[in-house]
């Protein structure tokens, strides 16, 4: 089972941005499902932004145009670079390769 650890959180002002990491403990070459939740206080985790099995990606619609999901096979790490950031934003973000978690890390949008 693969180890996931995520960083790049922190607080930034509306309209900034952060890129996100999640390094993997082994390669990534064969895990083609890996992406992005979040989970926000009082709300149920969701999707963010995910690679397919069929290697194409899937945004959901309150990120796309904003957030790019990325992965670098020889780091064995993906990314999540967001822009435009938005107070709703604000949540926890876990990296996802089933059926490990990361341990998440916080971001935070001021207004």
């Known amino acids: 089972q693969v180890q996931l650890v995520e960083s790049g959180g922190g607080l930034v002002q509306a309209g900034g941005s952060l890129r996100l990491s999640c390094a993997a403990s082994?390669?990534?070459?064969?895990?083609?499902?890996m992406g992005w939740y979040r989970q926000a206080p009082g709300k149920l985790r969701e999707l963010v932004a995910t690679f397919s099995s069929g290697g194409t990606i899937t945004y959901a619609d309150s990120v796309k145009g904003r957030f790019t999901l990325s992965r670098d096979n020889t780091k064995n790490t993906v990314y999540l670079q967001m822009n435009s950031l938005k107070p709703e934003d604000t949540a926890v973000y876990y990296c996802?390769?089933?059926?490990?978690w990361g341990q998440g890390t916080q971001v935070t949008v001021s207004s």
């Open positions: 082994r390669s990534i070459v064969r895990l083609n499902v």
């Open positions: 996802r390769s089933s059926p490990s």
